[in-house]
């Protein structure tokens, strides 16, 4: 019985450890590719995806977990009650990108997306709580990347963002619901021993 009990704290001990060390891991990379300090000057608002999506039978099937950058809210030159044309130039690049990853509910077949090349169209403001800036973007699948998806990305009360891609050009791989995650502030430090010169949520 006492080497059952002498098994079993080993066994905790080695989770726990492999827990604390994944935590550390996963705070110094979301410091150092969801924030680069590089583009803090660009006026970039960053956010992390956390997100639960759809199967095709419309049954929770994945866990969506990564993060995003993007220059739209902070470009000024962005008019919300016209069309932007087919043209990122005032963004010096894309002006919204996604790195993600997909693991099933029971933890298999994990895999990484990025959604990229994103070219705005037209924003809106419908009431002052929702910015809606719809376009094209490319995202990678397993065959390949896929482009020109037409993209609507919503923020909701400057803390929450939804990404929406055309499930009939990505064989609805991301499900009938948009990809939710959360508006960080850069200039806050988030709470707590771990990350506390870190974002966190905009209040």
Known sequence: ??????????????????????LLFTQQSYQATAFPQQQQGRNQTFGIISSVQNDASGQPAWVVAGHW???LLGDNSVNASQPTGNSTVPFGGS???????????????????TITNFVLANASQPDNMTKIFN???????MQGPVADIPTSIRIMGDKVISIWLDPSRIENHYGNTPIYGLVMDTDKPRPGPIGSDGPQMRK
């Open 1 to 22: 019985m006492r080497r059952l009990t002498n098994e079993h704290n080993m066994i905790f001990a080695f989770l726990a450890t492999i827990i604390v060390a994944t």
């Open 69 to 71: 950058t993007s220059a």
């Open 95 to 113: 002006p919204f990108d996604t790195q993600i990853q997909m693991i099933r509910l029971n933890g298999t077949a994990g895999h990484t997306h």
């Open 135 to 141: 376009g094209t973007s490319t995202a990678s699948m």
